[in-house]
Structures are given as structure tokens and as C-alpha cells.
């Protein structure tokens, strides 16, 4: 079975545009959760989606939105860009939120550079 | 507030040596726990996790990790490392239900030959 997907692989934006990264769970996966990992250090929670709703958000600002499609897959939108969001995203997914199911397995991730 | 701390940012050891990566976390409740490992330019690889029941779980590759309630720790082991292990590990936790999950900052390991 494919892992988790995610695309494009890298990315180049100016500052103030806006972008949008694209994640397909494992198949039977029905929670998809997004990272933003900056350069030398550990992932950060951005949000969690389970069944098309939000289930969790991590402090990032408004500029940061998701959704979650009825297929599963979810899309990551950036607003208004700053350099300081330079960052390899993280997708991962996992069976569902609780019930020991939590587990998640994540995608090679998105490489965004704000220049 | 949840967190977790991995104290040590790099750690170098000879290959076929033991190794230990310490995790301390912070969390009201029974955590979730997971070590994930990622190689240069790759995503994270589940390593191992603890839900419950034994406080020492086996992983992959020949990892370990041990829960100690007591010292809020989560610790790595391995017996003998291999020069593939060269990566940067992550401990992580769990909230209940999973709404929110948290990173260290990660160890990086280097094998000497």
C-alpha cells in the first residue's frame, strides 16, 4: 500500500503570496494532521482534521487554514507569506483520533522557501 | 503546558557501541509516547510507541525505549548501533484523543566508524 503522499516536493514563493500544499492519506486513514518543521528543529502541530472537521489546532496565525475533502486528502493554505514561514510541512495520517488508533504516519513533506 | 524535552542536540557514538536518547516530557495525564527518526531530507519514521501495559516496548531496527512514570522520561536504547542509524530522532506526545501532538527538538547521532 502507498504511505502518506504529499506534493508538490519543493516550493518557491515571494513574499505575500499565498500557497497551497496537498496531502493523500494511507488508504483507510481518516485523520489527516499538518506540521511545519523549521530548520533545525522538532515538527510543530499546525492542525488535525478527522473527518472533515477540525479537531485540533496548534498557535499559528490565521494566515494558516486547512481543509479535509470527503476522500480524506486535505490541502494546506498559506496566506499573505513571510520569510519565517520558510519550512518542510509535514502531513500524517492516521486511523482516527482515539481508541488507540492515534498513531500517525507521515509524508516526505512539502520543502517551502519564502524569498 | 505539554511539552517534551530532549537535553542532549547531538551525540556521537562508535559504531557497535550502545546508545541512550533521553526524552523527559511534561503532560497532566497517561501520555501517548513515540520515538520517530528522520534521515537527511526525508519525512519521520515511526521508531516505536507506548499506549499502555509494559513499560518497555520494542521497535524497529532493534530500538527500545523504556517508560518511567516516575522520572516523566521516555528513553532510546539501542545495543549496538549501526553506522545506518546516523539520523535525527524525535521523541513526540500525544494528547488524549489526539487533537494535539508534541515534538522535542530533536538529537541528532553521528556513528564513528
Known amino acids: 500500500d502507498a504511505g502518506v503522499t504529499q506534493s508538490p516536493t519543493h516550493l518557491i514563493k515571494t513574499r505575500g503570496q499565498q500557497v497551497t500544499l496537498r496531502c493523500s492519506p494511507i488508504s483507510g486513514h481518516k485523520s489527516v494532521s499538518w506540521y511545519q518543521q523549521v530548520l533545525g528543529q522538532g515538527p510543530q502541530f499546525i492542525f488535525q482534521?478527522?473527518?472533515?472537521?477540525?479537531?485540533g489546532r496548534g498557535n499559528f496565525p490565521d494566515r494558516f487554514s486547512a481543509r479535509q475533502f470527503p476522500n480524506y486528502s486535505s490541502e494546506l493554505n498559506v496566506n499573505a507569506l513571510l520569510l519565517g514561514d520558510s519550512a518542510l510541512y509535514l502531513c500524517a495520517s492516521s486511523l482516527a483520533p482515539g481508541q488507540g488508533q492515534e498513531t500517525q504516519y507521515f509524508g516526505p513533506g512539502t520543502r517551502l522557501l519564502v524569498l | 503546558a505539554q511539552s517534551v524535552t530532549q537535553p542532549d542536540i547531538h551525540i556521537t557514538v562508535s559504531e557497535g557501541a550502545s546508545l541512550e536518547l533521553r526524552c523527559n516530557y511534561s503532560y497532566g495525564a497517561t501520555p501517548y509516547l513515540f520515538w520517530y527518526v528522520q534521515s537527511p531530507g526525508q519525512g519521520l519514521q515511526l521508531l516505536l510507541k507506548?499506549?499502555?501495559?509494559?513499560?518497555l516496548v520494542q521497535g524497529i531496527k532493534g530500538f527500545e525505549a523504556e517508560f518511567k512514570r516516575s522520572q516523566s522520561s521516555f528513553n532510546l536504547r539501542k545495543p549496538s548501533v549501526h553506522w545506518s542509524d546516523a539520523a535525527e530522532y524525535f521523541c513526540?506526545?500525544?494528547?488524549?484523543?489526539?487533537?494535539?501532538?508534541?515534538f522535542g527538538s530533536g538529537t541528532k547521532l553521528n556513528v564513528k566508524p
Open positions: 507506548y499506549f499502555s501495559g509494559d513499560t
Open positions: 513526540a506526545v500525544g494528547e488524549y484523543n489526539f487533537n494535539k501532538f508534541y
Open positions: 482534521y478527522y473527518e472533515k472537521e477540525e479537531r
